[in-house]
């Protein structure tokens, strides 16, 4: 599933565009809002494959979104389409923002469509080249095993017998597997114990809260945190100043 966000203040236009999209014969699911406080908030609790934004917000422009979309990793590289009426805001968008293409209002629904199946075909065989070389683990979930991709887990939590593991795509739940084993079965990647209960993927990790004796970890994309055990703080520390990588 391939997830679009549609940036436009006016809502009539917005319903416009996205009626436009939703005949792209692909599984798309399309987020909207009209604002860039309101995108921004949607940019980071999920993953956004393809951003179309007007130029022209209220109180605010879509070259101001773009810029600080930037500025997360996640999306340094990601799609960016420009609406717009006014052509002279192009060459920022191109050389400042490095935006992928524009649509010149009113836009064309062919048009549309067709730069809409240009960037998911593209994404499709992305993933494909992606997923040869990823490292992946076999989850037993209730007798049917699910495959999970290494660098889409967020943290590992384990309560008495309960094992939940936090993915991009979903919370998992294991039945007697014990953190030691879960820490076997993803070695060799950005993932390391914080806690006696607890594994994170330090390539996630947006900061630490160490103004309590009880230190937090917090992530990017995530409501919930992670605690931090006495014995793993020099390790953590070490591995959030090094960038994560493991």
Known sequence: MFNILVVEDDEIQRRTFIKMIKEVDK???IFEAASKDEALAIALTNTI????VDISLKNSSGLEFASELRANPNYELAWIIFTTTHMKYMLEAFKEIHCYDFLIKPY???DVIEITNKLINNLDKQEVIDKKDRKYINMDIKGIYVKVYIDEIYFIAVYVRTTYVFTKRGKYVLQKTSLKKMMEMVQGGA???????????MNYVLEIDRSQSNWEIYFESLKESVPIGDKFKKNVLEAFEEGGEG
């Not at 494959?49 to 179309?52: L, P, V």
């Not at 993932?191 to 993927?201: E, F, G, P, T, W």
Request: glycine letters at 0%; proline letters at 5%; aromatic letters at 14%.
């Open 191 to 201: 993932i390391i114990q914080c806690h006696r209960s607890y594994a994170v993927n």
């Open 27 to 29: 599984p798309i699911n």
């Open 49 to 52: 494959h393809i951003f179309f």
């Open 108 to 110: 064309e629904k062919k």
